[in-house]
């Protein structure tokens, strides 16, 4: 299927960004990291608020503009310079007003195909006017005409010269609703017969629903990206109202206008924000109180701190140490932290109002992320007398569970974490009813090897080192890594409230770039001795577990130890990356598992949450290229792919074709806590 | 009350019909209101027949020769005012024609080139405001001939505002339609005639229009300082004849002058409209 993609794309726009320079000396990023693959005969539309830089993509496709960065190939070949095989359908129709109908129309054909004969381009050009039904208007001169007719003959002047690609910018923006509608149907009726492959920039729900294969969303400008993409399957040879009576119809048309508005009142919030924050530079450093829990996860930190990594200039980091993440999280939520590694999954929850323990509500507080600190390094520890029943693999083990009439419990660190999304995937993936059979308890990861000890708990799943711990006492055993379920999941995450990242932009950037340039440190594994130097000092791990981690890590099922070189992930594969993807695959299992209704207006929840923008800053100033989030779809231990631009159809196979109840998310209030009022564009 | 008075005037313009053609609508203003001017002058001059002359005198006074025979030539500089508005006008056909042709020239190489723009645009902002007459002095002691002199000076004067206008008109030419010439890549040629003189014309007959005005300015201040013949040489030479009808002469000769000064502005503005006004 992929293979095939590949194959018929025969326009490819790559990692293209668009920046224009401003008279102050600095940059409009117009566009950033766009990607995107239209195939042969495909209709894409691009659709986006004003100023989201949708007909700078077509003018890039066009030729007329080149991209800063980046590039886009048209059957193999690399876009420099317009040409007539990517013909532009302009806005304002761009006829020449000192010319008639048929001369517009000829200069383009004598122009374009010279090898034709007189008589011969003569005849196309009125082969042309007719397919427009404009023939009588052939020595009319533009003024004439209605914008409707002036429209149609700029289609039929860019259909005559039989482009490879047709351009359209906005074409119906400015007619009445029926000429608009009879127009629409014309263009399709004609791309169809024509077969040519089509982009269109339009702010029209409905136009993009009616003509389009693809509609690709846009979300705000500056540094607009491809926000969503949404596949319309409806039938072909489409008619406006069979089109609109189909029953996808609908669900569509709220996808489409849910994300519009989303993107709106995602600006709104973004300015109320800034408005409400008056961002004064401070001579001296900030002090930044920053929470964490002890593990191997934090390492960024730990390496930051003992190589000066924060800028002195700016920040002043104060480490606090907590032996639970219910603690760490109501001192970040009544202000007692500035900021904390935290769950990858707590700054959603946080935005949600969703508690550490089942059925907890609170009250959602607006929290963002920067970047991800850290990605796998969880493993499934199971008590060491299992092994002896021969629970080697998930199969004995969902086997054994099932068998025995108590539940199976297991320690995580958190209710509605990663560990627990994980582990509940993983086990379902086996065969295993999850609420009926497995018990969660949540302890603090200080005392899980204490629980396994006792038999409080029949297994346990946390960071490596406290894995580690336990197979080095010979209590327990690894069963499964979040390798063998997720590879490359993001664990520990940054997370801060929006408030104190809109008031302090510079000392949260200094803060995620010093975490950076840690990370890239800890990748590299000849620093090992280092960082096994550093998180031995008592207030980070203790010389105990970090002489564990010294040790190449044992499963403690006697076979040779796998090379798990990749089992903690800090910097390399774009690690540091906020990526909205997996904030969506988060929500779906938080629906997928009934703890909260599948939001409606995900984009403006993951919108407000993640922040790629902080994190691009952030790799810029550590000296890293800033690499976008990849888009492509991932696949989880029961092999169904994830898009995060269709997550309820994969939530739907997971709940066996029910539907999910969806619901609208009440966003966290802006900090201010007074409704701040702006006038809307 | 509105409808009372509306029917009111209704009922007194139906009474007299031929005040209704729009002919007469149109030239009812200015008629009324140059004739009250005319009678206010004729009042002035009253008190003093021997002084100023008022407006019925300055016809009787001019009827035999200047108007009613505009062609006769006596020989030398006697000539009849038809026959010296015609060589003035032959002066400003020369200069004005040769300015055209550089100014188009210059205008479009200033208007394509970037940096001639920016290196020639200071210079061209002085000269365009130095007065006609500050050139005469220049212009005779370069060309020596009083003719030549003058029709210099009408090019040197109306140059400007078709450098300008026409340099203007090519950096003006809107994105759209440059943007369609590059999508089709249009040779240069077709470039030329399809795209950038069409879109310019307008720009330049503004400018040419300007120009023509300024021409006939210099022209009628160049002949009164040097020449011998033409319109300005005619007034010049009533005042210093210093005759019982010299100022009538020359009132009528200032009233040819801003008629045929309006003639030559409605003449180039049409030749505009006829050739860059299709299709808008």
């Known amino acids: 299927m992929v293979e095939d993609v590949e194959m018929t794309s025969m326009v490819t726009i790559d990692n293209v960004t668009q920046s224009f320079a401003l008279k102050d000396g600095g940059q409009y990023i117009a566009l950033k990291d766009i990607s995107l693959e239209i195939k042969e005969g495909e209709f894409v539309s691009l659709i986006g608020h004003s100023g989201c830089g949708k007909s700078t993509l077509l003018n890039l496709l066009a030729g007329l503009t080149l991209a800063t960065k980046g590039g886009i190939l048209m059957d193999g070949r690399q876009v420099t310079s317009p040409g007539p095989d990517r013909m532009v359908v302009f806005q304002n129709y761009s006829l020449l007003p000192w010319q008639t109908v048929r001369q517009n129309i000829d200069l383009a054909v004598t122009n374009v195909l010279r090898h034709l004969s007189s008589e011969e381009r003569t005849e196309l050009v009125y082969k042309q006017l007719r397919t427009v039904g404009l023939s009588a208007a052939a020595d009319k001169f533009p003024r004439e005409l209605s914008g409707g007719m002036k429209q149609r003959v700029a289609i039929a002047r860019a259909l005559a010269i039989q482009p490879r690609l047709l351009l359209l910018d906005e074409p119906f923006g400015a007619l009445d609703a029926l000429t608009r509608g009879n127009l629409q149907q014309q263009l399709m009726q004609i791309c169809q017969e024509a077969g040519v492959t089509t982009v269109m920039v339009t702010h029209d729900v409905d136009e993009a629903l009616l003509l389009s294969d693809r509609v690709v969303m846009l979300t705000n400008g500056p540094e607009a990206e491809i926000g969503q993409i949404l596949n319309v399957h409806l039938p072909r040879p489409r008619q406006r109202l069979e089109v609109m009576e189909h029953p996808d119809y609908y669900q569509l048309r709220i996808e489409l206008i849910g994300f519009l508005q989303q993107q709106r009142r995602t600006r709104q919030r973004r300015s109320a924000v800034a408005a409400t924050m008056a961002t004064s530079p401070s001579r001296t450093a900030k002090v930044v109180r920053l929470g964490y829990l002890p593990g191997l996860d934090v390492a960024p930190l730990a390496m930051a701190i003992d190589s000066q990594l924060f800028d002195p200039a700016v920040v002043q980091v104060v480490p606090e140490s907590f032996a639970d993440w219910r603690r760490l999280e109501e001192r970040l939520v009544d202000g007692g932290l500035d900021m904390a590694i935290t769950s990858a999954t707590t700054p959603l929850q946080l935005n949600l109002g969703l508690g550490n323990q089942p059925g907890q509500k609170r009250t959602p507080w607006a929290a963002i992320t920067p970047m991800t600190v850290s990605r796998n390094g969880n493993a499934l520890c199971l008590a060491r007398h299992l092994l002896d029943l021969g629970i080697e693999d998930r199969a004995s083990l969902v086997e054994w569970i099932q068998a025995r009439d108590k539940p199976f419990t297991i320690g995580i660190p958190q209710h509605h974490g990663i560990a627990e999304l994980l582990l509940r995937h993983w086990l379902t993936a086996g065969g295993l009813n999850v609420e009926e059979h497995i018990a969660f308890t949540m302890l603090s990861p200080l005392t899980m090897v204490g629980a396994l000890r006792t038999g409080a708990i029949d297994a346990f799943c946390a960071g490596r080192y406290r894995v580690a711990e336990a197979v080095e006492d010979r209590q327990g055993y690894v069963l499964a890594t979040d390798l063998d379920i997720w590879s490359g999941h993001p664990e520990k995450v940054l997370t801060t409230s929006e408030a104190w990242a809109a008031a302090n932009p510079e000392a949260l950037v200094a803060i995620c770039s010093g975490l950076m340039q840690a990370a890239a440190r800890c990748d590299n594994s000849n620093q090992r001795d280092e960082m096994t130097r550093v998180l031995s000092q008592p207030q980070w791990l203790g010389t105990r577990s970090a002489i564990a981690l010294t040790r190449q890590f044992k499963t403690g099922r006697g076979d040779a130890s796998p090379e798990l070189l990749r089992f903690n992930q800090f910097h390399v594969d774009r690690a540091h990356i906020p990526n909205r993807s997996e904030g969506t695959w988060f929500l779906t299992q938080f629906s997928r598992w009934g703890w909260c209704p599948f939001p409606t207006n995900r984009q403006e929840l993951l919108a407000l949450t993640y922040r790629p923008d902080i994190c691009d800053h952030a790799l810029a100033e550590a000296g890293f290229q800033a690499l976008p989030a990849p888009r492509s779809t991932f696949a989880l231990a029961d092999g169904i792919p994830f898009n995060a631009d269709e997550p309820i159809p994969y939530l739907k196979k997971q709940l066996q074709g029910s539907l999910p109840p969806m619901e609208r998310a009440e966003l966290p209030a802006t900090s201010s806590q007074q409704p701040v009022l702006i006038p809307t564009a | ?280």
């Open chain 2, 1 to 280: 009350m509105t409808t009372a008075l509306a029917k009111s005037r209704k009922q007194r313009r139906s009474r007299i019909p031929w005040l209704n053609t729009p002919l007469a609508r149109q030239i009812k203003a200015p008629v009324v209101c140059i004739g009250l001017t005319l009678a206010l002058w004729q009042l002035l001059c009253l008190p003093n027949p021997d002084g100023f002359p008022g407006p019925i005198q300055v016809i009787t006074q001019t009827w035999t020769p200047y108007i009613s025979q505009p062609f006769y030539d006596d020989g030398g500089t006697a000539k009849g005012l038809g026959l010296q508005i015609l060589i003035s006008l032959q002066r400003v056909v020369v200069g004005y024609s040769l300015a055209a042709i550089v100014g188009i020239a210059a205008g479009l190489a200033i208007g394509l080139n970037d940096f001639l723009r920016r290196g020639f645009d200071p210079l061209i902002q002085v000269l365009r405001t130095v007065p006609p007459l500050a050139w005469l002095p220049i212009s005779l002691l370069l060309l020596q001939q009083a003719d030549s002199a003058a029709i210099f000076v009408i090019f040197i004067t109306a140059i400007w505002p078709i450098i300008i206008n026409t340099a203007v008109g090519i950096r003006e030419i809107p994105q759209d339609y440059t943007n369609v010439a590059r999508v089709l890549r249009l040779r240069k040629r077709s470039y030329l005639r399809d795209i950038l003189l069409p879109a310019t014309a307008p720009y330049v007959f503004t400018g040419l229009r300007i120009s023509v005005g300024l021409a006939w300015l210099a022209i009628v201040a160049a002949e009164m300082l040097k020449a011998d013949g033409g319109i300005g040489f005619f007034i010049w030479d009533a005042y210093n004849a210093g005759g019982d009808t010299s100022t009538s002469q020359i009132i009528l000769a200032i009233f040819y002058v801003g008629v045929v000064g309006l003639i030559l502005d409605r003449l180039v503005g049409m030749v505009g409209d006829r050739i860059s006004g299709g299709g808008r």
